[in-house]
Structures are given as C-alpha cells and as structure tokens.
C-alpha cells in the first residue's frame, strides 16, 4: 500500500516487539486503505495519531498488548463487537490486541469509514449534540 507515511510514526512501530509491530503496521495500512487523504502525525510526544477533518484513531503499545483508541464518541456502531474497553467513554474507546489475536480488517476498516465520514460531517461531536 502506498501512503505518506511519517518517520516519526515508523520509530515509534520499530520499537516495538516483533507481534506488536506487525498489528501496528497492519492497522496503519487499514486506516489509510479506509481513506486516501488519512495523514498521520505524533501527538503527546510520542503517540501515533490517524488523522482527516479530526482524530480518526491513536496507537499506544503497552506491554502485553496494543490499544487502538477509535475517536468517535461512541456513535460509530460495533456489529462485529470489536470494541474492547471505554464502552461509555464520551470521546474514545478502545480496540485491544493481544500476540497471536487476529484483526478483524473489515470490521476495524467499516469502523475508520464510518468516523471519517463523521468527521467530514463534522464531527462526532457535532452529530451527537445535533
């Protein structure tokens, strides 16, 4: 897949243990399949953010797994129950992956489409007060 990809977000990825890199970089080719114009940047020092019109997703890597945090305020809707924790967060909730756990690609990419689409209408803010 061909993106701009950011350096800063390829260090932060090769730091990682061998499986976590691979969810990492496996998820960056989702979000930026989900949408041409994704960028991506670092935002808090050091994590690695999705972007377009506002936050589409964040990478933290943690010791034993990998948390995609999806900003969408919980509007995006979960049929594939991927979501993993922050179930009633008001602004994010997470997609843990743990070694040896599969991504489910369509369920995540439907999830980028529908808080990108958001955001260009946007915002999840704005739709959900709206």
């Not at 589409?56 to 010791?63: E, G, M, R, T």
């Not at 995609?68 to 909730?93: C, E, Q, S």
């Amino acid at each position: 897949m061909d993106y701009v990809k950011d350096p800063r977000v390829d260090h932060y990825i090769d730091a990682l243990a061998a499986w976590q890199q691979a969810i990492c970089r496996q998820v960056r080719d989702l979000v930026h399949a989900a949408d041409p114009d994704v960028e991506e940047t670092i935002k808090r020092t050091v994590q690695p953010y999705f972007v377009l019109n506002g936050n589409i997703c964040a990478f933290l890597a943690a010791k034993d797994h990998v948390n995609v945090f999806m900003y969408d305020g919980g509007i995006v809707p979960d049929p594939h129950g991927i979501i993993t924790a922050g179930h009633d967060n008001k602004t994010a909730r997470t997609v843990s992956f743990r070694e040896g756990e599969t991504v489910n690609e369509q369920a995540l990419t439907d999830m980028f489409r529908a808080i990108i689409a958001n955001n260009r209408a946007g915002g999840w803010r704005k739709l959900k007060d709206g």
